[in-house]
Nanobody
């Protein structure tokens, strides 16, 4: 059983920044992912990271978002810069079949 808990969401203006955090109850997890889902849209993968630090990003966020992890602390992060209204969604942390509860990110003037 793996438990995940996201935090760091909120309301920001376009062009602003947020850092999301995901606390995991387990260590030695090979792959972590950040997903997001906006109202009326399908859930999509935003970024992934392996134990060794290999990362991948959706084209829509490449160059603006950065995923990272601290293996000693069992933490995963998503740094979001230059935020756009289109980034508004609930963001979820995931590994294997385990999901966090999600944290709301709203980008609006």
């Amino acid at each position: 059983q793996v438990q995940l808990a996201e935090s760091g969401g909120g309301l920001v203006q376009p062009g602003g920044s947020l850092r999301l955090s995901c606390a995991s109850s387990a260590s030695v997890i090979r792959l972590y992912e950040w997903h997001r889902q906006a109202p009326g849209k399908q859930r999509e993968v935003v970024a992934t990271i392996t134990t060794g630090g290999s990362t991948h990003y959706a084209d829509s966020v490449k160059g603006r978002f950065t995923i990272s992890r601290d293996n000693a602390k069992n933490m995963v992060y998503l740094q979001m810069n230059s935020l756009k209204p289109e980034d508004t969604a609930v963001y979820y942390c995931r590994t294997s079949l385990y999901w966090g509860q999600g944290t709301q990110v709203t980008v609006s003037s």
